[in-house]
């Protein structure tokens, strides 16, 4: 793991270099910033709080790294935010609950499908429509998880701290009607790990800023 985390470290100083006008897609956000690392301690002391061991790379790259910012998409969030059900709009009374196992190990997705149609009965297709959503939307769907990454329009990436999925990363997609699954937004095939996830994110970040660069003195 001390290699990974060395080839981390160079990976990103160099796509910083790559990129002053932070034109990679959620750059102009993060900026290649990264918060200071936090000492093994504060990760007890959260682990303690919410009854979880977070997996041991993760772990690492708050220690050796840093606590959130240059990462995939919006960047990476804080451990202090990691419990935030909604990225965008945090609220202290939307919370995951990582102590309890994660229900997820494929894909999962619902469609509302009624039993009445709209112009025949307005006020059951609504009422069914709201039941709907509150078996959908149920927060406890991402139990089991904390928040590491936006996406962006409502979609999370989290990891799984706590169920089978241990240690690898899932995407909450349910605000586009896609549903629950293992995260293949950087093009990995099979389920992945928080470091394997970074360091994809770094190797495709640095291919596409050398394709752009050959463009230009082409």
Known sequence: MDEQLERIKAKL?????????????GAS?????????IPIDKIRKFELAHNVDLP???????????????GPFYGLERLEDALFDDLDYKRPDAL???AKPFLHTEAWNQTFKPTVNYEEDEEEYEKQRIEFEERYFDRQ?????????????GVRLSLVVNGQEYGNIWTDDRSSDYGIHPSYELGNKDKISFLNWYELW????????????????G
């Open 56 to 70: 041991s790379d993760y772990a690492a790259f708050l220690m050796n790294i840093g606590n959130g910012g240059a």
């Open 13 to 25: 100083e160099q796509l910083r270099s790559s990129d002053p006008n932070n034109g990679l897609f």
């Open 96 to 98: 995951l609950n990582p």
């Open 202 to 217: 770094l190797d495709k970040s640095l291919k596409e800023r050398a394709g752009k660069s050959q463009k230009i003195r």
């Open 29 to 37: 956000t993060h900026k290649y910033r990264l918060n200071p690392t």
């Open 141 to 153: 769907q991402m139990n089991g998880v904390i928040a590491i990454c936006n996406f962006g329009c």
